[in-house]
């Protein structure tokens, strides 16, 4: 398919539309956002004329059969990706899914299924892939910075936030049957695909996991052992439960000839260490996250180029993550 003009309608508009990816998608040469929808009619409302969107919704498939739309941004909890992604694609319009792709790796099969079926592209969030500071990364693994791969170790540690405590009214993303887990299900798919972007897929995989706290039904520490395509292999482990001064968000990639270390969510500066040399690259990314993805993905949506951070890229990470958590 080749569109002149991509004409975005959002179902969601919660945070991470506000900065992250929601003003990319008017900002990109080609690319508009025409309509909006939430579950509650006055939170459209106020967003749509928050962002100048001249069209809201309380009802998705109201959004999804308008005719002004031709491609649909599913930024909800990921227990709905799969049913309004295929509902998207079977009514002819393309899909751009928040991540994780779905809350299980069946889901993501299903849809999957339905854009071969329907040639309708879908595309996922994992817009790390196309960040100035991962690319940085790539580039110094490609180059062969640090000599031959040897092993992946991610580790990452944080306190439970205020909401955790809330037993009544609990956040989404540590309820299972709306996230698909808790919050390795929300975090660790970043980490996932970006170490499978630079280093290949992961064949195998194994975890445990624990609710060390008590505050939610959800695992809040997660370990877990994989390995890559190419025999490599790595480790993880997550702990969501930490005392706040337990901060850790690090990934190292261990060579023969040096270390590679850097993070996912703070981008504290890069560093390599060899036996000659320690260096630091602190390297920008723009204030919209989302930005260099969503130019991709609005490009070939044109007919203008390619983009490979697509469905079936993305159910990688799904299968991964539901191995580790032992749901497969």
């Not at 975890?207 to 039904?217: D, E, I, P, Q």
Request: charged share 20%; net charge neutral.
């Amino acid at each position: 398919m080749k569109l002149e003009t991509v004409k975005w309608g959002f179902i969601g508009c919660g945070k991470v539309t506000e900065k992250k990816s929601g003003p990319a998608f008017s900002k990109v040469e080609g690319s508009t956002v025409v309509a909006v929808t939430s579950r509650h009619a006055e939170n459209a409302k106020q967003y749509a004329l928050k962002h100048n969107i001249p069209k809201w919704y309380s009802d998705p498939v109201e959004l999804i059969n308008d005719p002004d739309v031709n491609a649909i941004y599913i930024a909800t909890p990921p227990s709905s990706h799969a049913t309004y992604a295929i509902m998207a694609m079977k009514a002819g319009k393309p899909v751009y899914i928040e991540k994780p792709m779905a809350n299980s790796y069946e889901e993501c099969t299903r849809i999957n299924t339905v854009s071969i079926e329907t040639g309708m592209p879908c595309f996922v969030a994992y817009y790390r892939r196309y960040l100035p500071y991962f690319i940085k990364v790539k580039e110094l693994i490609d180059s062969g910075a640090i000599g031959d791969v040897m092993n992946v170790q991610i580790r990452f540690a944080q306190q439970p936030s205020d909401l955790d405590y809330n037993k009544e009214n609990l956040p989404w993303r540590v309820q299972p049957d709306i996230s698909g887990g808790g919050y390795f299900y929300d975090l660790a798919p970043h980490q996932l695909d970006i170490i499978q972007h630079i280093l290949g897929p992961i064949l195998n995989a194994e975890g445990f996991k624990n609710n060390r706290s008590g505050l939610y039904k959800a695992e809040d520490t997660v370990s877990a052992c994989f390995q890559f395509e190419s025999g490599l292999v790595g480790s993880g482990s997550w702990c969501f439960a930490s005392y706040h001064s337990a901060k850790e968000d690090s990934i190292e990639i261990i060579g023969n000839k040096g270390i590679l270390k850097f993070s996912t969510f703070t981008f504290e500066p890069i560093e390599l260490q060899t036996a000659d040399q320690f260096e630091r690259f602190a390297i920008e990314n723009p204030s919209h996250v989302q930005m260099g993805l969503i130019k991709r993905v609005v490009e070939y949506l044109q007919g203008k180029s390619e983009c490979n951070c697509d469905g079936l890229s993305a159910t990688t990470t799904n299968w991964v993550m539901d191995r580790i958590l032992n749901k497969r």
